[in-house]
Protein backbone atom coordinates (compact mmCIF):
# COMPACT_ATOMS: atom_id res chain seq x y z
CA UNK A 1 0.00 0.00 0.00
CA UNK A 2 0.87 3.85 -0.26
CA UNK A 3 2.06 4.44 2.86
CA UNK A 4 2.40 8.20 2.91
CA UNK A 5 -1.10 8.26 3.61
CA UNK A 6 -0.67 7.44 7.12
CA UNK A 7 1.69 10.27 7.07
CA UNK A 8 -1.39 12.66 6.27
CA UNK A 9 -3.53 10.86 9.04
CA UNK A 10 -0.51 11.58 11.56
CA UNK A 11 -0.12 15.21 10.55
CA UNK A 12 -4.26 15.19 10.59
CA UNK A 13 -4.29 14.42 14.02
CA UNK A 14 -1.18 16.78 15.27
CA UNK A 15 -3.31 19.84 13.32
CA UNK A 16 -6.58 18.97 14.97
CA UNK A 17 -5.06 19.11 18.12
CA UNK A 18 -4.09 21.62 21.35
CA UNK A 19 -2.53 20.12 24.54
CA UNK A 20 -5.99 21.05 26.86
CA UNK A 21 -8.19 19.19 23.49
CA UNK A 22 -6.38 16.34 22.36
CA UNK A 23 -8.39 14.89 19.27
CA UNK A 24 -7.21 11.36 19.72
CA UNK A 25 -8.30 11.40 23.56
CA UNK A 26 -11.79 9.53 22.57
CA UNK A 27 -12.71 8.81 26.05
CA UNK A 28 -12.10 12.20 27.49
CA UNK A 29 -14.35 13.56 25.17
CA UNK A 30 -17.04 11.23 25.13
CA UNK A 31 -16.51 11.74 29.00
CA UNK A 32 -16.08 15.51 29.14
CA UNK A 33 -13.02 15.27 31.37
CA UNK A 34 -10.66 18.73 31.56
CA UNK A 35 -7.36 17.67 30.35
CA UNK A 36 -4.89 16.11 32.88
CA UNK A 37 -1.71 14.04 32.79
CA UNK A 38 -2.39 10.60 31.64
CA UNK A 39 -1.37 7.41 29.39
CA UNK A 40 -3.50 7.72 26.44
CA UNK A 41 -1.59 10.76 25.66
CA UNK A 42 1.49 9.47 26.44
CA UNK A 43 1.04 6.88 23.91
CA UNK A 44 1.06 9.49 21.40
CA UNK A 45 3.92 11.50 22.51
CA UNK A 46 6.04 8.25 22.85
CA UNK A 47 5.07 7.40 19.11
CA UNK A 48 5.42 10.97 17.15
CA UNK A 49 8.94 11.04 18.98
CA UNK A 50 9.77 7.77 17.27
CA UNK A 51 8.62 9.52 13.91
CA UNK A 52 10.95 12.34 14.95
CA UNK A 53 13.94 10.40 15.55
CA UNK A 54 13.37 8.45 11.92
CA UNK A 55 12.59 11.66 9.88
CA UNK A 56 14.60 14.10 11.99
CA UNK A 57 11.53 16.72 11.40
CA UNK A 58 11.66 19.39 13.80
CA UNK A 59 7.80 19.84 13.90
CA UNK A 60 7.27 16.31 15.61
CA UNK A 61 9.56 17.71 18.21
CA UNK A 62 7.93 21.02 18.45
CA UNK A 63 4.74 19.80 18.50
CA UNK A 64 5.69 17.10 21.38
CA UNK A 65 7.63 19.52 23.71
CA UNK A 66 4.81 22.54 23.29
CA UNK A 67 1.88 19.84 24.59
CA UNK A 68 4.48 18.17 27.42
CA UNK A 69 4.84 21.57 28.01
CA UNK A 70 1.56 22.50 29.12
CA UNK A 71 1.03 19.53 31.39
CA UNK A 72 4.51 20.03 33.54
CA UNK A 73 4.51 23.19 35.29
CA UNK A 74 8.20 25.03 36.28
CA UNK A 75 8.37 23.26 39.65
CA UNK A 76 7.69 20.01 38.01
CA UNK A 77 4.40 19.47 39.35
CA UNK A 78 1.88 17.91 36.39
CA UNK A 79 -1.10 19.25 35.94
CA UNK A 80 -4.01 16.82 37.01
CA UNK A 81 -1.46 13.87 38.47
CA UNK A 82 -1.96 12.96 42.03
CA UNK A 83 0.61 11.10 43.31
CA UNK A 84 -1.61 9.54 46.29
CA UNK A 85 -4.13 7.63 43.79
CA UNK A 86 -0.90 5.22 42.95
CA UNK A 87 -1.99 4.82 39.30
CA UNK A 88 0.74 3.14 37.43
CA UNK A 89 -1.51 4.28 34.17
CA UNK A 90 -0.09 7.68 35.62
CA UNK A 91 3.69 6.95 34.77
CA UNK A 92 3.65 6.03 31.16
CA UNK A 93 3.22 9.78 30.14
CA UNK A 94 6.88 10.11 32.09
CA UNK A 95 8.71 8.22 29.25
CA UNK A 96 9.06 11.12 26.68
CA UNK A 97 10.16 13.03 29.63
CA UNK A 98 13.73 11.40 29.57
CA UNK A 99 13.57 12.64 25.81
CA UNK A 100 12.60 16.11 26.04
CA UNK A 101 14.72 16.64 29.05
CA UNK A 102 17.80 15.91 26.86
CA UNK A 103 16.48 17.50 23.77
CA UNK A 104 15.30 20.74 25.36
CA UNK A 105 17.80 20.89 28.49
CA UNK A 106 14.55 22.36 30.42
CA UNK A 107 15.04 21.34 34.28
CA UNK A 108 11.56 21.39 34.68
CA UNK A 109 11.39 18.02 33.06
CA UNK A 110 14.09 16.26 35.36
CA UNK A 111 11.55 17.56 38.38
CA UNK A 112 8.70 15.66 37.06
CA UNK A 113 10.86 12.52 35.82
CA UNK A 114 11.67 13.00 39.85
CA UNK A 115 8.48 13.18 41.08
CA UNK A 116 6.42 10.48 38.92
CA UNK A 117 9.69 7.93 40.45
CA UNK A 118 8.91 9.17 44.22
CA UNK A 119 5.26 7.50 43.52
CA UNK A 120 7.18 4.32 42.18
CA UNK A 121 9.11 4.24 45.34
CA UNK A 122 6.05 4.55 47.40
CA UNK A 123 3.41 2.56 45.32
CA UNK A 124 2.08 -0.08 47.23
CA UNK A 125 3.11 -4.18 46.19
CA UNK A 126 2.13 -7.57 46.35
CA UNK A 127 3.70 -10.01 48.56
CA UNK A 128 5.17 -10.92 45.20
CA UNK A 129 6.88 -7.91 44.88
CA UNK A 130 4.60 -6.35 41.86
CA UNK A 131 3.28 -3.28 42.27
CA UNK A 132 -0.09 -2.77 42.52
CA UNK A 133 -2.19 -1.50 39.27
CA UNK A 134 -3.61 1.22 41.71
CA UNK A 135 -4.80 1.97 45.27
CA UNK A 136 -7.86 1.62 44.90
CA UNK A 137 -7.38 -2.12 43.47
CA UNK A 138 -5.41 -4.13 46.47
CA UNK A 139 -2.84 -6.85 45.30
CA UNK A 140 -4.52 -6.87 42.17
CA UNK A 141 -1.51 -6.82 38.80
CA UNK A 142 -3.21 -6.78 35.19
CA UNK A 143 -0.93 -6.97 32.59
CA UNK A 144 -1.88 -3.32 31.15
CA UNK A 145 0.70 -1.80 34.10
CA UNK A 146 3.98 -3.60 33.42
CA UNK A 147 3.91 -1.20 30.34
CA UNK A 148 2.53 1.61 32.19
CA UNK A 149 5.49 1.56 34.75
CA UNK A 150 8.02 -0.46 33.80
CA UNK A 151 9.57 0.98 31.04
CA UNK A 152 9.38 4.50 32.94
CA UNK A 153 11.05 2.42 35.86
CA UNK A 154 13.99 1.09 33.41
CA UNK A 155 14.71 4.16 31.66
CA UNK A 156 14.87 6.24 35.45
CA UNK A 157 17.31 3.48 36.61
CA UNK A 158 19.67 2.92 32.95
CA UNK A 159 20.12 7.22 33.03
CA UNK A 160 19.84 8.07 36.75
CA UNK A 161 20.19 5.11 39.11
CA UNK A 162 23.00 3.00 37.65
CA UNK A 163 20.60 0.08 36.96
CA UNK A 164 20.56 0.02 41.03
CA UNK A 165 16.68 -1.99 40.46
CA UNK A 166 17.32 -3.92 37.28
CA UNK A 167 16.91 -6.82 39.63
CA UNK A 168 13.15 -5.22 40.82
CA UNK A 169 12.30 -5.15 37.26
CA UNK A 170 13.07 -8.24 35.86
CA UNK A 171 11.35 -9.95 38.82
CA UNK A 172 8.09 -8.52 38.08
CA UNK A 173 7.92 -9.53 34.48
CA UNK A 174 8.55 -12.87 36.24
CA UNK A 175 6.29 -12.78 38.60
CA UNK A 176 3.44 -12.36 35.97
CA UNK A 177 4.98 -14.90 33.04
CA UNK A 178 5.14 -17.23 36.11
CA UNK A 179 1.80 -16.45 37.43
CA UNK A 180 -0.71 -15.37 34.54
CA UNK A 181 0.81 -17.08 31.88
CA UNK A 182 -1.03 -20.13 30.52
CA UNK A 183 1.76 -22.73 29.20
CA UNK A 184 -0.92 -24.37 27.58
CA UNK A 185 -2.45 -21.50 25.68
CA UNK A 186 0.81 -19.56 25.48
CA UNK A 187 -1.61 -16.49 26.64
CA UNK A 188 -1.91 -14.38 29.52
CA UNK A 189 -4.84 -13.47 31.32
CA UNK A 190 -5.26 -9.62 31.87
CA UNK A 191 -5.66 -9.47 36.00
CA UNK A 192 -3.75 -11.44 38.43
CA UNK A 193 -5.52 -10.47 42.70
CA UNK A 194 -2.83 -12.22 44.66
CA UNK A 195 -5.16 -12.02 47.58
CA UNK A 196 -7.81 -13.85 45.26
CA UNK A 197 -10.36 -11.43 47.30
CA UNK A 198 -11.75 -9.82 43.70
CA UNK A 199 -14.84 -10.68 42.49
CA UNK A 200 -13.56 -11.24 39.06
CA UNK A 201 -10.80 -13.28 40.44
CA UNK A 202 -10.44 -17.39 40.40
CA UNK A 203 -10.64 -18.69 44.00
CA UNK A 204 -7.59 -20.93 43.53
CA UNK A 205 -5.70 -19.35 41.11
CA UNK A 206 -6.90 -15.27 41.35
CA UNK A 207 -6.29 -15.06 37.84
CA UNK A 208 -9.35 -13.21 35.91
CA UNK A 209 -11.32 -15.35 33.34
CA UNK A 210 -10.18 -14.37 29.63
CA UNK A 211 -7.47 -13.37 27.31
CA UNK A 212 -7.74 -10.03 26.66
CA UNK A 213 -5.79 -8.86 23.30
CA UNK A 214 -4.72 -5.03 24.37
CA UNK A 215 -3.35 -6.22 27.83
CA UNK A 216 -1.29 -9.18 25.85
CA UNK A 217 -0.18 -6.12 23.67
CA UNK A 218 0.75 -3.95 26.45
CA UNK A 219 2.86 -6.44 28.76
CA UNK A 220 4.44 -7.76 25.17
CA UNK A 221 5.57 -4.04 24.47
CA UNK A 222 6.63 -3.53 27.81
CA UNK A 223 8.61 -6.56 27.29
CA UNK A 224 10.50 -5.31 23.87
CA UNK A 225 10.90 -1.68 25.11
CA UNK A 226 12.33 -2.71 28.56
CA UNK A 227 14.96 -5.01 27.04
CA UNK A 228 15.61 -2.16 24.23
CA UNK A 229 16.89 -0.03 27.09
CA UNK A 230 18.63 -2.07 29.24
CA UNK A 231 22.30 -1.18 28.35
CA UNK A 232 25.09 -3.93 27.02
CA UNK A 233 26.44 -4.30 30.63
CA UNK A 234 22.84 -5.68 31.73
CA UNK A 235 23.35 -8.66 29.28
CA UNK A 236 22.06 -11.34 32.00
CA UNK A 237 19.01 -9.43 33.08
CA UNK A 238 18.15 -9.16 29.22
CA UNK A 239 19.05 -12.82 28.80
CA UNK A 240 15.78 -13.67 31.51
CA UNK A 241 13.51 -11.07 29.62
CA UNK A 242 14.35 -12.30 26.55
CA UNK A 243 13.72 -16.02 26.91
CA UNK A 244 9.82 -14.83 28.30
CA UNK A 245 9.76 -12.11 25.34
CA UNK A 246 10.81 -14.80 22.92
CA UNK A 247 7.73 -17.55 23.97
CA UNK A 248 5.47 -14.77 24.22
CA UNK A 249 5.50 -13.57 20.60
CA UNK A 250 6.06 -17.58 19.10
CA UNK A 251 3.07 -18.38 21.61
CA UNK A 252 1.12 -15.45 19.78
CA UNK A 253 1.72 -15.89 16.62
CA UNK A 254 -0.60 -19.07 15.66
CA UNK A 255 -3.61 -16.75 16.85
CA UNK A 256 -3.47 -14.46 13.78
CA UNK A 257 -6.46 -14.78 11.36
CA UNK A 258 -5.26 -16.75 8.51
CA UNK A 259 -7.56 -14.57 6.55
CA UNK A 260 -7.38 -10.74 7.46
CA UNK A 261 -3.89 -11.15 9.65
CA UNK A 262 -5.25 -9.69 12.44
CA UNK A 263 -5.72 -10.60 16.43
CA UNK A 264 -9.39 -10.91 17.62
CA UNK A 265 -10.47 -8.81 21.08
CA UNK A 266 -10.65 -12.28 23.07
CA UNK A 267 -7.74 -13.88 21.43
CA UNK A 268 -8.32 -17.51 21.55
CA UNK A 269 -12.33 -17.12 20.82
CA UNK A 270 -12.04 -16.01 16.92
CA UNK A 271 -14.73 -16.57 15.00
CA UNK A 272 -17.59 -16.73 18.59
CA UNK A 273 -20.56 -14.42 18.00
CA UNK A 274 -19.73 -10.77 19.03
CA UNK A 275 -15.96 -11.33 18.67
CA UNK A 276 -14.54 -8.49 16.71
CA UNK A 277 -10.61 -7.99 14.89
CA UNK A 278 -9.13 -5.39 17.10
CA UNK A 279 -6.81 -3.14 16.07
CA UNK A 280 -4.87 -1.32 19.43
CA UNK A 281 -3.71 -5.21 20.18
CA UNK A 282 -2.91 -6.04 17.05
CA UNK A 283 -0.89 -3.01 16.43
CA UNK A 284 1.17 -3.53 19.46
CA UNK A 285 2.14 -6.70 18.78
CA UNK A 286 2.48 -6.05 15.35
CA UNK A 287 5.29 -3.12 16.48
CA UNK A 288 6.63 -5.68 19.24
CA UNK A 289 7.64 -8.42 16.84
CA UNK A 290 9.22 -6.27 14.10
CA UNK A 291 11.00 -4.37 16.68
CA UNK A 292 11.87 -7.95 18.48
CA UNK A 293 12.79 -9.57 15.22
CA UNK A 294 15.45 -5.77 14.29
CA UNK A 295 16.98 -6.08 17.98
CA UNK A 296 17.82 -9.74 17.51
CA UNK A 297 15.85 -10.95 20.09
CA UNK A 298 12.96 -12.72 18.29
CA UNK A 299 13.23 -14.56 14.93
CA UNK A 300 13.62 -12.52 11.77
CA UNK A 301 10.31 -14.18 10.31
CA UNK A 302 8.97 -12.19 12.73
CA UNK A 303 9.80 -8.69 10.98
CA UNK A 304 7.69 -10.05 7.97
CA UNK A 305 4.78 -11.73 10.58
CA UNK A 306 4.57 -8.00 12.34
CA UNK A 307 4.14 -6.06 9.25
CA UNK A 308 1.68 -8.86 7.92
CA UNK A 309 -0.50 -7.71 11.12
CA UNK A 310 0.10 -4.03 10.51
CA UNK A 311 -0.93 -4.16 7.04
CA UNK A 312 -4.04 -6.16 7.84
CA UNK A 313 -4.96 -3.07 10.02
CA UNK A 314 -4.57 -0.74 7.08
CA UNK A 315 -6.63 -3.46 4.76
CA UNK A 316 -9.53 -3.40 7.23
CA UNK A 317 -9.78 -0.14 9.28
CA UNK A 318 -8.19 2.46 7.68
CA UNK A 319 -10.49 4.35 5.80
CA UNK A 320 -11.58 7.55 3.86
CA UNK A 321 -14.57 10.06 5.05
CA UNK A 322 -14.89 12.99 3.48
CA UNK A 323 -11.48 13.37 2.22
CA UNK A 324 -10.26 12.32 5.47
CA UNK A 325 -8.40 9.03 6.99
CA UNK A 326 -9.79 7.13 10.02
CA UNK A 327 -8.70 4.56 11.95
CA UNK A 328 -11.70 2.22 13.20
CA UNK A 329 -11.80 -0.79 15.01
CA UNK A 330 -10.77 0.41 18.34
CA UNK A 331 -12.02 -0.94 21.83
CA UNK A 332 -12.73 2.59 23.74
CA UNK A 333 -11.49 0.82 27.03
CA UNK A 334 -11.80 -2.29 29.29
CA UNK A 335 -11.16 -3.25 33.19
CA UNK A 336 -11.61 -5.20 36.10
CA UNK A 337 -13.80 -4.17 38.46
CA UNK A 338 -14.43 -2.11 41.13
CA UNK A 339 -16.79 -4.10 43.36
CA UNK A 340 -19.51 -1.21 42.20
CA UNK A 341 -19.12 -2.06 38.74
CA UNK A 342 -19.71 -5.93 38.44
CA UNK A 343 -19.62 -5.72 34.92
CA UNK A 344 -16.47 -5.38 34.28
CA UNK A 345 -16.04 -9.22 35.45
CA UNK A 346 -13.42 -9.98 33.33
CA UNK A 347 -15.66 -12.46 31.09
CA UNK A 348 -15.82 -13.06 27.13
CA UNK A 349 -19.14 -11.27 27.33
CA UNK A 350 -18.09 -7.95 29.03
CA UNK A 351 -14.72 -7.72 26.62
CA UNK A 352 -17.05 -7.91 23.42
CA UNK A 353 -19.64 -5.10 24.90
CA UNK A 354 -17.54 -2.35 25.29
CA UNK A 355 -17.46 0.22 22.74
CA UNK A 356 -15.49 0.32 19.45
CA UNK A 357 -14.65 3.68 17.81
CA UNK A 358 -12.00 5.78 15.70
CA UNK A 359 -9.06 7.60 16.05
CA UNK A 360 -8.83 6.66 19.68
CA UNK A 361 -4.97 7.31 20.66
CA UNK A 362 -4.89 4.01 22.66
CA UNK A 363 -5.52 2.08 18.91
CA UNK A 364 -3.44 5.45 17.13
CA UNK A 365 -0.55 5.61 19.22
CA UNK A 366 0.45 1.90 18.42
CA UNK A 367 -0.08 1.98 15.27
CA UNK A 368 2.05 4.72 14.77
CA UNK A 369 4.22 2.97 16.94
CA UNK A 370 4.10 0.44 14.16
CA UNK A 371 4.46 2.71 11.04
CA UNK A 372 8.06 3.57 12.60
CA UNK A 373 9.10 -0.76 12.77
CA UNK A 374 7.63 -0.46 8.95
CA UNK A 375 9.83 2.23 8.12
CA UNK A 376 12.95 1.14 9.29
CA UNK A 377 12.20 -2.20 7.65
CA UNK A 378 11.87 -0.49 4.59
CA UNK A 379 15.40 1.31 4.65
Known amino acids: MDYSVIDEYINRLIDDTTPAAPVWNIENIKHGKPAAWNYIDGCMMTSLYSIYRQTGEKKYLEFIDSFVDYYVFDDGSIRGYELETYNVDNINEGRVLFDLYRETGKEKYKKAIELLY ?153 GSEGNYLETSGSAMIAYAMMKGARLGIADKKFAKTGKEVFDGICRKYLTQTDGKLNLGGICLMAGLGPETNRKRDGSYEYYISEPVVENDAKGTGPFVMAYTEVKQLEK
Not at 189 to 198: C, L, P, R, T, V
Open 118 to 270: SQLEKQPRTAAGNFWHKKIYPDQVWLDGLYMAQVFYTRYETEFNGGKNYPDIVKQFKNVYENMYDKRKRLYYHGWDYSKKAFWADKDTGLSKSFWLRSVGWYTVGLVDVIGYFPDEAQNYKNELIEIFKNTVEGLEKYIDPNEKMFWQVVDRG
